[in-house]
């Protein structure tokens, strides 16, 4: 196990509601308030210097799906920052795709819009209720005198109508998306890849820029023709403060809770239990690992529809060493959930990003991730912090686990896990790429020393090994 830090003081914070603009009839599941636009808070978060006169802040305003964990911490990463931008996180779904029961604050500067028929995996049928809520979006935009926009996404309508309000009244606007270079050249086929090639081209040349996560998300941007000058990084990840703070005592709780052998070592899991995640294949490489490694066992983090028959699919001599935790909600357990394992295995068929990647770096764990992770492009360098592997093949997934969990480089491929993170984070600092593209777009004066323009594709070296030493 990793050493334990001390833990951090924790500044006060002021909690408000989440502000809430839906449709009638819509429930706001967070909180009881349901605010009108006329209502609309707006924060004084700009500082004595904003307020005694100098040059105000620039409003930016990140159009969500939904809150995660994630875009709270990249929120307030990017606050911290950049003083001179006010930056807002307007949200156009109720609910995500995991139960996070997050505590919304006054520092994220929440604004929800949502019809309860909108927001539908299938844009036509969604189409008209997205129309609205774009309507609503926009005004709010107006109200606000926003200056640039970042779309998180760019598939419906409510995308589309904003970057077309945009165009017309001279607003940035970028696309920021976890897309990636290889899980697009392995599901993308035929009709839907001609389909699929006009519109993103379409879309990212009416983009002021584009953000992608990384260096396969840079790719991606590239092969849909946007040029090198329009691409400004800004990765998400989660509290890394937190993840290093851990204490061994918060470790030891979490083992117990889990009733968890501290002695052994752990391949960890974190994710729904659905299809496209191949924990199937993680199970079925286990069961070919485990006589070989009859001091490691399996930890499977998350909820979904096929967790009873993944739990069938474990031989019975097997399943006292395979463990299911359910859906850890609270941040500082998953935090401690990590510590509690050594390699983490992420074998989705797709996964455009997989910040669990980060949350493993973070923790100090080997890495191994079928080769469509978008992560793993940055965040494993091959038989220095993990492997990754064919995907769909439990044959490589198999090969993959049997060298990571090798006595011999376990201990060092954990170790250099924080190596390859650091180098990545200086590297796609979400800070300098949202100043690059607000300094692009003239939205903030250029200081005497600016930072690097947005990096190629890939980094000038890998980390050295010695370097985790």
């Given at each position: 196990?990793?050493?334990?830090?001390?833990?951090?003081?924790?500044?006060?914070?002021?909690?408000?509601?989440?502000?809430?603009?839906?449709?009638?009839?819509?429930?706001?599941?967070?909180?009881?308030?349901?605010?009108?636009?006329?209502?609309?808070?707006?924060?004084?978060?700009?500082?004595?210097?904003?307020?005694?006169?100098?040059?105000?802040?620039?409003?930016?305003?990140?159009?969500?799906?939904?809150?995660?964990?994630?875009?709270?911490?990249?929120?307030?990463?990017?606050?911290?920052?950049?003083?001179?931008?006010?930056?807002?996180?307007?949200?156009?779904?109720?609910?995500?795709?995991?139960?996070?029961?997050?505590?919304?604050?006054?520092?994220?500067?929440?604004?929800?819009?949502?019809?309860?028929?909108?927001?539908?995996?299938?844009?036509?049928?969604?189409?008209?209720?997205?129309?609205?809520?774009?309507?609503?979006?926009?005004?709010?935009?107006?109200?606000?005198?926003?200056?640039?926009?970042?779309?998180?996404?760019?598939?419906?309508?409510?995308?589309?109508?904003?970057?077309?309000?945009?165009?017309?009244?001279?607003?940035?606007?970028?696309?920021?998306?976890?897309?990636?270079?290889?899980?697009?050249?392995?599901?993308?086929?035929?009709?839907?890849?001609?389909?699929?090639?006009?519109?993103?081209?379409?879309?990212?040349?009416?983009?002021?820029?584009?953000?992608?996560?990384?260096?396969?998300?840079?790719?991606?941007?590239?092969?849909?023709?946007?040029?090198?000058?329009?691409?400004?990084?800004?990765?998400?990840?989660?509290?890394?403060?937190?993840?290093?703070?851990?204490?061994?005592?918060?470790?030891?709780?979490?083992?117990?809770?889990?009733?968890?052998?501290?002695?052994?070592?752990?391949?960890?899991?974190?994710?729904?239990?659905?299809?496209?995640?191949?924990?199937?294949?993680?199970?079925?490489?286990?069961?070919?690992?485990?006589?070989?490694?009859?001091?490691?066992?399996?930890?499977?983090?998350?909820?979904?529809?096929?967790?009873?028959?993944?739990?069938?699919?474990?031989?019975?001599?097997?399943?006292?060493?395979?463990?299911?935790?359910?859906?850890?909600?609270?941040?500082?357990?998953?935090?401690?959930?990590?510590?509690?394992?050594?390699?983490?295995?992420?074998?989705?068929?797709?996964?455009?990003?997989?910040?669990?990647?980060?949350?493993?770096?973070?923790?100090?764990?080997?890495?191994?991730?079928?080769?469509?992770?978008?992560?793993?492009?940055?965040?494993?360098?091959?038989?220095?912090?993990?492997?990754?592997?064919?995907?769909?093949?439990?044959?490589?997934l198999h090969a993959a686990l049997v060298e990571v969990t090798h006595p011999d480089r376990i201990v060092r491929m954990q170790t250099a896990s924080g190596v390859v993170l650091a180098a990545f984070r200086e590297r796609f600092d979400p800070a300098r790429g949202l100043r690059n593209a607000l300094l692009a777009s003239h939205l903030l004066e250029r200081a005497a020393a600016d930072p690097a323009p947005a990096p190629d594709a890939r980094p000038a070296r890998a980390p050295d090994p010695s370097d985790a030493f």
């Amino acid at each position: 196990m990793n050493g334990a830090h001390p833990a951090p003081a924790v500044a006060p914070s002021f909690r408000a509601p989440l502000t809430s603009f839906s449709s009638p009839g819509a429930v706001d599941h967070h909180h009881d308030l349901t605010m009108t636009a006329a209502a609309l808070p707006v924060f004084d978060l700009s500082g004595p210097a904003a307020r005694q006169g100098a040059r105000a802040p620039v409003p930016v305003a990140f159009i969500h799906l939904n809150t995660t964990p994630y875009w709270q911490s990249l929120h307030r990463d990017l606050a911290r920052a950049l003083p001179e931008v006010e930056l807002w996180n307007l949200y156009t779904r109720s609910e995500g795709d995991q139960p996070w029961e997050l505590q919304q604050e006054a520092d994220v500067r929440p604004v929800r819009f949502f019809h309860p028929k909108g927001g539908s995996p299938r844009m036509l049928k969604a189409a008209p209720y997205d129309f609205i809520t774009a309507a609503r979006i926009i005004r709010w935009l107006r109200d606000h005198r926003v200056k640039a926009v970042v779309l998180f996404g760019y598939n419906d309508v409510i995308r589309l109508r904003l970057l077309v309000w945009c165009r017309l009244h001279a607003v940035a606007c970028f696309v920021a998306s976890d897309s990636n270079i290889r899980d697009d050249i392995e599901h993308v086929r035929r009709l839907k890849r001609i389909v699929k090639n006009a519109y993103v081209r379409a879309f990212a040349g009416a983009v002021t820029g584009a953000m992608p996560f990384g260096s396969t998300g840079i790719a991606y941007f590239r092969r849909y023709g946007v040029a090198r000058h329009r691409i400004f990084p800004l990765p998400p990840g989660p509290d890394y403060d937190r993840f290093a703070n851990i204490t061994r005592e918060q470790i030891d709780a979490k083992l117990a809770a889990l009733r968890l052998d501290p002695a052994r070592k752990r391949l960890l899991y974190v994710g729904r239990l659905v299809d496209r995640k191949r924990v199937d294949l993680l199970i079925d490489a286990f069961v070919h690992l485990a006589s070989d490694r009859p001091n490691w066992d399996l930890l499977i983090v998350g909820n979904g529809p096929e967790r009873d028959a993944l739990i069938a699919r474990i031989p019975t001599h097997l399943r006292p060493r395979a463990t299911f935790a359910g859906f850890v909600n609270d941040p500082v357990d998953i935090a401690c959930v990590y510590r509690c394992a050594n390699a983490l295995v992420l074998p989705s068929s797709y996964e455009p990003w997989g910040l669990v990647v980060n949350e493993a770096a973070a923790s100090g764990l080997a890495i191994v991730t079928s080769d469509v992770v978008g992560a793993s492009g940055d965040l494993v360098i091959e038989g220095f912090n993990g492997r990754t592997f064919k995907s769909g093949s439990v044959d490589a997934l198999h090969a993959a686990l049997v060298e990571v969990t090798h006595p011999d480089r376990i201990v060092r491929m954990q170790t250099a896990s924080g190596v390859v993170l650091a180098a990545f984070r200086e590297r796609f600092d979400p800070a300098r790429g949202l100043r690059n593209a607000l300094l692009a777009s003239h939205l903030l004066e250029r200081a005497a020393a600016d930072p690097a323009p947005a990096p190629d594709a890939r980094p000038a070296r890998a980390p050295d090994p010695s370097d985790a030493f």
